[in-house]
C-alpha cells in the first residue's frame, strides 16, 4: 500500500513542481521559524485548559504545519494567510477538546464557531476544507485552493512521518523545523488515543484517515 501512496506523491510533487523542489522551499524557510503567532496563539490561549500541559507542544506543531506551507506554496500561503493560521490552530484540537481521535468534526465545528465569532464567516469554506483534508492519503487535485489545501496535507503527513514523506520538504527541513518547534511526545500521545479507540471496542483505530 505505502508504495502506492509514494508513487501517488510522487505525482502530487510533480504537478506542484516549482513549489516542491526540496532545496527551494527549504531555502523559503525562515532562519528562526518563529514560535509564535498572534492568530494561532490567541485560538490556543482560549482553549488552554482543554490543551493542559499539551499546550506548548500542540502549538509547535500547529506553527511546524503553517510555516511549512509558507514554504511549499508561498504565493497561495500568502493569499490565504489569516485562513491558514485558523486552519492550523484548530486542525487536530477537536482531539484535545472532545477527548477522542474522531477528531475532524469537532475540530470543523470549533473552527466554524470561531469563524463565525470572529466576523470572518467567508473564512469557513477553506478552513473546513483544509481541516477536513489534512489526513487524506492521496492527494488534493481539483477544486479551489487546491494547492494550499494539498500543501497543508503533505505538511502535516511529513510531522507524521517524522520527515520521511516525499513530495514535502523532505529531511533537511523537517529537521530544521523541529529544532526550532520541538514536540517532545507528540506522537507518543496519538499512539495512545489510537490504542485507547480500539480497546473501546471501535474497529478502526484511526477514524481520520481519508482515502
Not at 511549512?68 to 504565493?75: F, G, I
Not at 487546491?146 to 516525499?166: E, N, S, T
Request: charged share 25%.
Amino acid at each position: 500500500m505505502w508504495s502506492k501512496i509514494r508513487r501517488w506523491n510522487d505525482h502530487s510533487a510533480r504537478d506542484y513542481r516549482p513549489w516542491c523542489n526540496v532545496l527551494v522551499t527549504v531555502s523559503r524557510l525562515p532562519d528562526a521559524p518563529g514560535q509564535s503567532h498572534p492568530v494561532i496563539d490567541s485560538i490556543l490561549e482560549a482553549h488552554a485548559a482543554a490543551l493542559g500541559g499539551h499546550l506548548r507542544i500542540y502549538r509547535h506543531h500547529c506553527l511546524y504545519v503553517y510555516h511549512s506551507v509558507h514554504a511549499m506554496v508561498p504565493d497561495e500561503a500568502a493569499r490565504s494567510d489569516h485562513a491558514l493560521a485558523v486552519a492550523a490552530a484548530f486542525h487536530d484540537l477537536g482531539l484535545f477538546t472532545e477527548d477522542t481521535i474522531d477528531y475532524l468534526e469537532p475540530s470543523v465545528d470549533l473552527a466554524a464557531a470561531y469563524c463565525e465569532k470572529e466576523g470572518r464567516s467567508d473564512l469557513i469554506g477553506l478552513v473546513t476544507r483544509v481541516i477536513e483534508n489534512h489526513h487524506k492519503i492521496t492527494p488534493v487535485r481539483r477544486g479551489p485552493d487546491a494547492a494550499l489545501i494539498d500543501a497543508f496535507r503533505r505538511a502535516d503527513w511529513q510531522f507524521v512521518m517524522m520527515g520521511a514523506y516525499p513530495g514535502a520538504l523532505g529531511w533537511r527541513g523537517h529537521r530544521a523545523l523541529k529544532r526550532a518547534l520541538p514536540t517532545p511526545g507528540f506522537h507518543r500521545f496519538i499512539v495512545g488515543h489510537s490504542a485507547r479507540h480500539v480497546r473501546s471496542g471501535k474497529r478502526n483505530p484511526l477514524p481520520i484517515l481519508r482515502w
